[in-house]
Every structure is written in structure tokens, then in C-alpha cells.
């Protein structure tokens, strides 16, 4: 089964300074990748994902991601961080040939002005 | 409606007692799925509907979880006798198929007392 990693539980960075979150994953073929972040007490709201094509994919709220199979990475970017990003940001694969969505533990944000 | 739905948002029970959570999914998602998110984690899969049938329930911690969506559209996830350790966000996503990028709703927390 597909595994994801986050191996930053927690990362400051200041406003305006730009942002990599980290995202490995565990898959024997061509993953469906995803980020999504989340807000104290709301669910998960979807970045951006890959399903394939262009290994450079552009989301919501000015962030990317670029797939790097040669790495099984799946890193998340933004140039210049806001304090609204500040939340929990969370990796995900999605299998090709099944339902199940694995999930990293997650990277919380914080944004120091 | 225009988003995942669920509901209550908050639930207190005592150990021992049953408790049903209800997801309303986006009209025409194919796919629905439960997710167990405990404090500081990212979400556990739980189980997978397409329409009414529940195609993988492998992620369903015992046989106290049962989960439905009789008719292709609303679903229940029904805790029986929780116990302290079932404490913990439920999530419901919905997709238009599979993996197909999930819209979540924004959970309810469950305290077992």
C-alpha cells in the first residue's frame, strides 16, 4: 500500500519569506499526489494535486508543487508566505488502482510577521 | 448544496453509548469516504461508498463502526459502545469519482467522556 511522509511536524518562516513543505511518499507506480491544507476546526481544503503530464503543477492561493520520481517527492512551494497560510498543510497519494487515499501527519505553519 | 455537509459539528458522549454522524456529500459525487482524524494527525481512511455500495471498509478500527449510504446520496457512520480511544474529528469527503480530487466537509469532533 502507498505511504506518505512529512518530515516536518512544525516550520516558522517569516511573512513575506518563502516557503518548501516537505512530502516523500512510498508508491510501486505512478501516484496521484495532492496537498490540502487545514484551518483550526474546518476540513480539508484542496491546493493542488498531480494526476500526471507537467511535473509542475500550480494551485490555489499562489502555491506549486513540483513530482520528482527519481526522489518520490511531491514538495510543496510558495514564494512568499502570508499570515493567512499560516494552518496545518497535509500531503496525500492516492493509489491508481484502488480508493484509498493515505494521508502524511502533517506540517503545521506558523507565519511570524 | 454547494459543499460537503456534516453533521453534528460536535458530539459529547458518554462510554458505551451509540452515536450516528451524518455526511450530506455534494449532489451527483459518485464517491464518498470517512476519514478518522485524531489530534495531531493527518486522516485515517475508514471506508469507501461508490453510490450505495461500500466498496472497502478496511480501514473500519472494529466491528463497533458500521457505515451506510443506502441510497447512493446521504451517509451514517454509527459508533456503537465508544469507548475513550474513539475520540477523535470524523471527516466525510465526496468526489465525482475515486481518488478524483475529495471535497471534505468540516467534520465533527466526538469526545467520548
Known amino acids: 500500500a502507498q505511504s506518505v511522509t512529512q518530515p516536518d511536524i512544525h516550520i516558522t518562516v517569516s511573512e513575506g519569506a518563502s516557503l518548501e513543505l516537505r512530502c516523500n511518499y512510498s508508491?510501486?507506480?505512478?501516484?496521484?499526489l495532492f496537498w490540502y491544507v487545514q484551518s483550526p476546526g474546518q476540513g480539508l481544503q484542496l491546493l493542488l494535486k498531480?494526476?500526471?503530464?507537467?511535473?509542475l503543477v500550480q494551485g490555489i492561493k499562489g502555491f506549486e508543487a513540483e513530482f520528482k520520481r527519481s526522489q518520490s517527492s511531491f514538495n510543496l512551494r510558495k514564494p512568499s508566505v502570508h499570515w493567512s497560510d499560516a494552518a496545518e498543510y497535509f500531503c496525500?497519494?492516492?493509489?491508481?488502482?484502488?480508493?484509498?487515499?493515505?494521508f502524511g501527519a502533517g506540517t503545521r505553519l506558523t507565519v511570524k510577521p | 448544496g454547494a459543499g460537503v455537509s456534516q453533521s453534528p459539528r460536535y458530539k459529547v458522549a458518554k462510554r458505551g453509548q451509540d452515536v450516528a454522524l451524518r455526511c450530506d456529500p455534494i449532489s451527483g459525487h459518485v464517491s464518498l469516504f470517512w476519514y478518522q482524524q485524531a489530534l495531531g494527525q493527518g486522516p485515517e481512511f475508514l471506508t469507501y461508498?461508490?453510490?450505495?455500495?461500500?466498496?472497502?471498509k478496511s480501514g473500519l478500527p472494529s466491528d463497533r463502526f458500521f457505515a451506510e449510504r443506502p441510497e447512493g446520496s446521504v451517509s451514517t457512520l454509527k459508533i456503537q459502545r465508544t469507548q475513550q480511544e474513539d475520540s477523535a474529528v470524523y471527516l466525510c469527503a465526496s468526489s465525482l469519482v475515486g481518488v478524483q480530487p475529495q471535497h471534505f466537509g468540516d467534520g465533527t469532533r466526538l469526545s467520548i467522556l
Open positions: 461508498f461508490q453510490n450505495e455500495a461500500q466498496l472497502d
Open positions: 508508491y510501486g507506480a505512478t501516484p496521484y
Open positions: 498531480y494526476f500526471s503530464g507537467d511535473t
Open positions: 496525500a497519494v492516492g493509489a491508481t488502482n484502488n480508493n484509498d487515499m493515505r
